[in-house]
């Protein structure tokens, strides 16, 4: 292969590269967008239960308390992923994964919370996260987050 045919095939996998990467873009964007506004609509919907992260107060043992509990598996797209792994080189507060676990925690609480309407709760007390990475060092950043607490049928 001469140096010609080698340029044009370098540059034309470099070019497939930025075109996947341009895509990854676009369509992450589009569908953070999307769940962002969703995630606000049904926020609204369930503004009226209260959760809170004490105890609940004593003198609840007589009422209907139940455990509920939320839980996601979100991933990360292609260009969060890739600008993640260049920032992560140096180290330091990555900021483009902190939006896909910001949605994540309020997805996982959402869910909680709509199992607890489900149930007639109208305060949900002692409520936790916890996160869990799933995926090996060369996966993509996927992460479980779960949500849970205590439900009080009012």
């Not at 292969?1 to 095939?9: K, R, T, V, Y």
């Not at 497939?16 to 049904?42: Q, W, Y």
Request: charged letters at 20%; a neutral charge; glycine letters at 14%.
């Amino acid at each position: 292969m001469d140096m010609g045919n080698q340029f044009m095939f370098v540059a034309g996998q470099l070019s497939i590269g930025l075109a996947l990467l341009a895509v990854a873009f676009a369509a992450g964007r589009l569908l953070d967008r999307r769940h962002l506004r969703l995630l606000a609509e049904r926020e609204t919907l369930y503004a009226h239960i209260g959760c809170h992260q004490i105890r609940p107060p004593d003198g609840t043992g007589g009422q209907d308390v139940f455990l509920v509990a939320g839980s996601v598996v979100m991933g990360c797209d292609y260009f969060k992923l890739y600008v993640g792994r260049i920032f992560n080189l140096v180290g330091g507060n990555i900021d483009i994964f902190e939006g896909v676990l910001q949605r994540a925690r309020r997805e996982a609480q959402l869910r909680m919370i709509e199992q607890a309407a489900a149930y007639g709760a109208g305060t949900i007390w002692n409520t936790r996260f916890e996160t869990a990475s799933i995926g090996g060092p060369r996966g993509g950043l996927t992460v479980e987050v779960l949500c849970y607490g205590t439900a009080i049928r009012d």
